[in-house]
């Protein structure tokens, strides 16, 4: 499954990190940008900010995401394809794709907390240990994600509620996108921590993540595809991109939700990592081609106008 079976295909990264560490910053400044975001295109961007969290399985293989020199070869796989509009990443992985070349032209959002370690005691105590705002507007990047898992039991929900706000706030105050992913979870007898995908928990999830922050003009949220997907969108006028999951289903199954979903008024696309990366037949590229082959990429139909007012895009109730 990798580009090539060499294990030193990638060890010019360990000699330039060791030789040269700057040259991270240098293919940062010099890197084409994304063209810029428009209605009339869903984004699709792939996730890699898993291992960071210590979260390496994919089904029912419990190190899959372990070996890096595997990621990064269905990385540049994924982001080869034209239709792959950009990458979310932690800063080792982004740093690898930025000297690799991988992300020219690509968006590009950062991961910002990893400390709520999957297993860990205090798993829902998600402390900001990624990148930060001023790091992603010096990388330019175009925002920052944020896991928000919100556990009614759990004394750890508030600091995390709180650490939230002021990330949302750090990069609105650099016109960076915020794209937070909330959950509304709990601790099963067991201890484990599970996020409840019923769609009252998600949309209460919603309710409360969209509120975070002194503004939530760049804010977007980062949503599970559930049932009654209908619902959950109706709960929000913020831009939204599905996530992938670790899903139980067929593949067939997981595409075909997605399709649903990405037809509801909202939706601007998919922020899909493992599904992709690691498909049940390994072909990373056929997966990617399937996902892209779903998204509402169609030019508006109707013809060119005056920008409407405020006033046309509020509906007025008429009296009877």
């Not at 990388?139 to 002021?166: F, N, Q, S, Y």
Request: aromatic share 4%; glycine share 8%.
């Amino acid at each position: 499954m990798s580009l090539n079976d060499d294990p030193r295909r990638y060890e010019h990264l360990s000699r330039i990190r060791l030789e040269d560490p700057g040259a991270v910053a240098r293919a940062a400044a010099t890197r084409r940008r994304h063209p810029g975001l428009k209605h009339s295109a869903q984004n699709f961007i792939v996730a890699a900010d898993h291992p960071a969290r210590g979260a390496l399985a994919v089904g029912a293989q419990p190190m899959a995401m372990a070996d890096r020199r595997d990621l990064l070869d269905r990385l540049q796989i994924a982001l080869a394809n034209p239709a792959v509009d950009g990458i979310l990443a932690s800063p080792d992985i982004m740093d690898d794709l930025l000297l690799l070349g991988a992300l020219e032209g690509k968006l590009v959002f950062g991961s910002m907390n990893r400390g709520g370690l999957a297993g860990l005691v205090n798993e829902l105590d998600d402390r900001f240990t990624g990148h930060t705002a001023a790091a992603l507007e010096a990388l330019g990047a175009d925002g920052g994600k944020m896991l928000t898992r919100i556990c009614l039991g759990d004394p750890d929900t508030v600091t995390t509620l709180e650490a939230t706000a002021r990330a949302i706030d750090s990069l609105a105050e650099r016109k960076l996108i915020a794209m937070v992913e909330p959950f509304l979870s709990v601790r099963d007898a067991h201890g484990k921590v599970r996020n409840d995908l019923r769609a009252d928990a998600v949309i209460k999830s919603v309710g409360i993540a969209e509120g975070l922050g002194s503004t939530s003009a760049y804010t977007w949220m980062k949503l599970p595809v559930v049932a009654e997907m209908e619902r959950v969108m109706a709960s929000t006028t913020m831009p939204t991109v599905l996530l992938g999951g670790d899903p139980d289903g067929s593949q067939d199954e997981v595409f075909a939700s997605w399709q649903a979903a990405l037809a509801l008024p909202g939706v601007r696309g998919l922020t899909v990592g493992r599904t992709l990366l690691y498909p049940n037949d390994d072909d990373v590229a056929g997966a990617v081609a399937t996902a892209a082959s779903l998204l509402n990429n169609s030019a508006p139909v109707a013809a060119e106008a005056d920008e409407p007012t405020m006033s046309d895009r509020i509906p007025v109730k008429v009296s009877e």
